[in-house]
């Protein structure tokens, strides 16, 4: 943990995402609603396989290899998909509620956040998806802090957060091109780059992060990533299977998943095919190394204790009765507090 006395982290389980975006919703109306951040969704849930926001930001280029620091792509407001003007007052207050129906005005758009939502891949009747919701990883070894030569990307030391420092930065975007999971933003109003800041002004006053709060789903679970009464390090370290996103990057994120299963396979003829995954190894290989394999066949072994009448520490977890036993301490209610 680079110049960092502890590290905040996120677990998400990607077998309880129903993909409904109310983790967008929470994180876009706290904290992006200024000038200049119409365009910008800190929080991303895209549909798997599928290409994504930035489009095909997997291809993009960034992070380290043993050469050292690499610089890709920098990815253009339209690949993360513009903020599209809707005929809002014609239809809501015009009069026209019968006979005139929500449109984007202007150009047709051709890509946005969520175009190949639902999409997928694989042929009937074995057709395969997934949601994958992405936030900054604040990553261990942050690509984008070892690209700006202005130092303004800094490194929490109380909690290991990556933030921007707005002040210092000049808005040259080499963390835009050097971050491989490309969720660097930058704002054409104030010319700087923005980015999740893993909302720690909720943390800092005991509130988990509103993505994982308002999550339907209890997807996810926020802690230190030494906390070893915290689901955190159980899920990561003990239990091992949780597991980084593309760690082939280099760059030690701290936002970790828990692989989906997926549904299982017909075989030719029409029965149940239990032995072969329908979502391919060799696909979740490609997102989260080989450890995915384990980490599944660990999961497969604690369900079926479950379904035998044994307990399980580990579903017990992932189940996660009790809400607040999923934030790692981080459980007080904001309604409670006094912001400024």
């Given at each position: 943990m680079a110049n960092s006395k502890r590290q905040?982290?996120?677990?998400?389980?990607?077998?309880?995402?129903?993909?409904?975006?109310?983790?967008?919703?929470?994180?876009?109306?706290?904290?992006?609603?200024?000038?200049?951040?119409?365009?910008?969704?800190?929080?991303?849930?895209?549909?798997?396989?599928?290409?994504g926001t930035p489009?095909?930001?997997?291809?993009?280029?960034?992070?380290?290899?043993d050469a050292g620091a690499q610089l890709g792509e920098m990815p253009t407001t339209k690949a993360f998909g513009e903020a599209w003007n809707y005929n809002h007052k014609e239809v809501f207050y015009g009069g026209k509620g019968q006979s005139a129906h929500l449109e984007i005005q202007g150009e047709k758009?051709?890509?946005?956040?969520?175009?190949?939502?639902?999409?997928?891949?694989?042929?009937?009747?074995?057709?395969?998806?997934?949601?994958?919701?992405?936030?900054?990883?604040h990553c261990t070894h942050p690509a984008c802090k070892e690209a700006c030569p202005r130092q303004a990307i800094e490194k929490r030391e109380q909690d290991g957060i990556v933030v921007v420092n707005e002040e210092r930065c000049r808005g040259y975007?080499?963390?835009?091109?050097?971050?491989?999971?490309?969720?660097?933003?930058?704002?054409?109003?104030?010319?700087?780059?923005?980015?999740?800041?893993?909302?720690?002004?909720?943390?800092?006053?005991?509130?988990?992060?509103?993505?994982?709060?308002?999550?339907?789903g209890r997807v996810r679970f926020v802690g230190y990533r030494d906390d070893q009464d915290a689901?955190?390090?159980?899920?990561?370290?003990?239990?091992?299977?949780?597991?980084?996103?593309h760690p082939e990057y280099g760059t030690d994120p701290n936002v970790f998943y828990v692989p989906p299963f997926g549904a299982a396979r017909f075989d030719a003829d029409g029965d149940l095919d239990e032995e072969t995954p329908r979502i391919p190894d060799e696909y979740l290989i490609s997102l989260f190394g080989k450890d995915v394999l384990s980490s599944l066949?660990?999961?497969?072994?604690?369900?079926?204790?479950?379904?035998?009448?044994?307990?399980?520490?580990?579903?017990?977890?992932?189940?996660?009765?009790?809400?607040?036993?999923?934030?790692?301490?981080f459980d007080t209610d904001p309604q409670t507090l006094k912001w400024t």
């Open positions: 905040m982290a996120m677990v998400m389980d990607l077998n309880k995402c129903i993909g409904c975006q109310t983790c967008t919703v929470a994180c876009k109306t706290l904290w992006t609603r200024e000038e200049g951040m119409e365009a910008m969704h800190w929080n991303t849930v895209n549909t798997m396989p599928g290409a489009k095909n930001w997997e291809d993009m280029g960034g992070g380290f290899t758009p051709d890509w946005g956040p969520n175009w190949d939502e639902d999409e997928g891949a694989g042929e009937f009747p074995n057709g395969y998806f997934f949601y994958l919701p992405r936030i900054c990883n975007r080499f963390c835009m091109e050097a971050c491989p999971y490309k969720k660097i933003y930058f704002n054409h109003q104030k010319k700087v780059s923005q980015k999740c800041i893993f909302c720690f002004p909720r943390l800092e006053q005991g509130v988990a992060n509103a993505c994982a709060r308002q999550c339907p689901p955190i390090y159980k899920l990561v370290d003990k239990w091992k299977v949780a597991i980084p996103l066949e660990i999961l497969k072994a604690e369900r079926a204790r479950v379904q035998q009448g044994e307990k399980s520490e580990l579903m017990d977890l992932l189940i996660a009765y009790k809400w607040k036993d999923m934030f790692g301490g």
